[in-house]
């Protein structure tokens, strides 16, 4: 009997919740796990995707390098919410969040203990690798 | 080639929880629009079903409908572009008439959102986004569009006030419409009363009175060339330009904040191909899904400069007797947003404006009417100049 072949479903592992369990760019919660935010760069034309991906529409090339999320971005918006999707209301609450690198721009979360007066658009912020109560892995936006 | 008119409009009423299934939703629709264009199923070439796929149990609701409404063996299709899917519906019926495939098509919009609880459906609006790298934070429809609310602050200093007196001017004619689910009259108090559901926070710095609620609909838009539309209709509304565009699904791969480009870009592509400006317009339907929307969409349709839209509702230029009335049927706000069906209803309410037919909320002798229809959070823009 042939041996079933087992799928590669670290990307479940993504967010309070994740809708996708397989991608490409699997190697993301990899780095993740070792505390670093990664970004993928085209090697044919330099190109820098965040997130990351897999495949460069320039190019329509598939010839990908990790590069580190590093230095800081600064605060474009956020919003505080006090409703929740399902399956997100034990992270309530909490900011989702936009950070500008120049290059690139970053969605994600503001750390949990960062309080809301604290928070202004324009900002310097960075983001770093997070693990969430329930084991699974995200990034969040801290003060630089 | 000659003109592409519309020769019928309906919709239901827009309520919560619709008692019954939705191939008997989408008759009530369709059959107001039938009856106001004054034709037979015979006369229809061709159906177009707009919805979004994730509220419906059905599979492929098209040829349900279809069978339901007697518009079998007539092609039939489903078409999806989130809450501006029956826009994009009129869109692809006026290419399908222009090109002279058919002669009259139907644009079929719908939505029973009560089929699932209120919750489920936020989380499926969250994943109208990115469901890869944006859902897993928790996203959710009035969070991405509080995101830009807090950048239109920050940039020209628009107040929490200026956005709670959008919601005041859409319960006015909420209150009139009576189509609309929420006809209760709201006041600008009530947003800083912390015993008003409408002072609620739910995704800072937008609240309860901010968003609008779900709802149960459906619409129908009847489309036909220009010799049929002058043979069956006295008061054939024409379609004088459409345009559409797309941006990033993720705001990570967006510039903007303040607005939205795909709006401006629409915008830009209808009032060319109508060849009229944005002084032209005598009355607009503007996709209104949060207050923050339609303060966007006065400048993104060029009603207002960028920065100045609080100015228009402060002064209240966007109410009927204004320089230019926006959402005199109450909007989504008061209406409802029955995602699929909500198109078809703001192309229904300038058709009867500029047929003269909106009764209480009939603004002055209209001649070029505007709809502006967005897709998720600014992810499809659809812009419709309309015109008698």
């Known amino acids: ?144 | 080639m000659g003109k592409v008119g519309i020769i019928g409009v309906g919709q239901s009423s827009f309520v919560r929880g619709y008692p019954g299934s939705i191939r008997e939703l989408v008759f009530e629709g369709f059959k107001e629009a039938m009856k106001d264009a004054d034709i037979s199923v015979k006369d229809i070439d061709a159906s177009i079903v707009c919805s979004a796929p994730e509220y419906d149990k059905q599979r492929s609701p098209a040829g349900v409908f279809a069978e339901y409404l007697g518009l079998t063996p007539q092609p039939t299709f489903y078409l999806e572009s989130l809450c501006s899917s029956s826009s994009m519906g009129l869109k692809t019926a006026y290419a399908l008439v222009k090109s002279g495939l058919h002669d009259v098509v139907a644009v079929i919009g719908f939505q029973k959102m009560s089929e699932i609880s209120s919750a489920e459906s936020q989380e499926r609006m969250g994943r109208g986004a990115d469901i890869q790298w944006e859902s897993p934070f928790g996203t959710m429809m009035p969070a991405y569009y509080a995101m830009y609310a807090r950048a239109h602050m920050e940039k020209y200093g628009t107040a929490p006030e200026d956005l709670a007196l959008i919601r005041v001017k859409a319960a006015t004619y909420g209150q009139i419409n009576e189509k609309a689910v929420y006809r209760k009259p709201v006041t600008l108090e009530q947003f800083s009363d912390p015993e008003s559901p409408m002072s609620g926070p739910v995704a800072s710095p937008l609240r309860v009175g901010d968003c609008c609620a779900n709802a149960d609909g459906s619409s129908c838009v009847i489309v036909a060339n220009e010799e049929k539309a002058k043979a069956f209709s006295k008061k054939p509304v024409w379609i004088l330009g459409i345009g559409a565009a797309s941006t990033a699904v993720k705001l990570a791969g967006r510039d903007l904040f303040t607005g939205l480009t795909v709006a401006e870009q629409a915008g830009e592509q209808a009032y060319k191909m109508a060849g009229v400006t944005p002084k032209d317009i005598d009355v607009a339907e503007v996709h209104d899904c949060f207050t923050i929307a339609e303060m966007m969409a006065y400048e993104n349709l060029g009603f207002a400069k960028a920065g100045e839209g609080k100015e228009l509702i402060r002064a209240k230029e966007t109410y009927k007797e204004g320089s230019i009335p926006v959402n005199v049927d109450g909007g989504l706000l008061s209406k409802g947003h029955p995602i699929g069906a909500t198109g078809g209803s703001q192309i229904r309410t300038i058709v009867l404006q500029l047929r003269g037919e909106a009764g209480d909320m009939q603004v002055k002798d209209p001649e070029i009417g505007l709809v502006h229809n967005i897709g998720g959070v600014g992810l499809y823009g659809n812009v419709t100049i309309l015109g008698r």
């Not at chain 1, 993504?14 to 796990?33: M, Q, R």
């Not at chain 1, 935010?37 to 990351?52: E, L, Q, S």
């Open chain 1, 1 to 144: 009997m042939a041996k079933k072949k087992e799928m590669d479903t670290r990307f479940s592992k993504f967010g309070t919740v994740s809708f996708t369990a397989i991608t490409k760019v699997n190697d993301f919660i990899d780095y993740l796990e070792q505390g670093k935010v990664m970004a993928t760069r085209c090697k044919d034309c330099g190109m820098v995707f965040f997130p990351p991906r897999a495949d460069c529409y320039r190019c329509l090339a598939s010839n990908m390098e990790w590069v580190e999320v590093s230095g800081t971005g600064k605060l474009v918006t956020y919003s505080k919410l006090e409703y929740a999707p399902i399956g997100f209301g034990d992270d309530l609450p909490y900011a989702i969040a936009l950070l500008d690198y120049g290059d690139y721009k970053v969605f994600g979360r503001i750390a949990k203990d960062l309080p809301e007066e604290e928070i202004r658009v324009g900002m310097d912020m960075k983001t770093v690798a997070n693990t969430l109560p329930n084991g699974q892995v995200n990034y969040v936006f801290e003060k630089a």
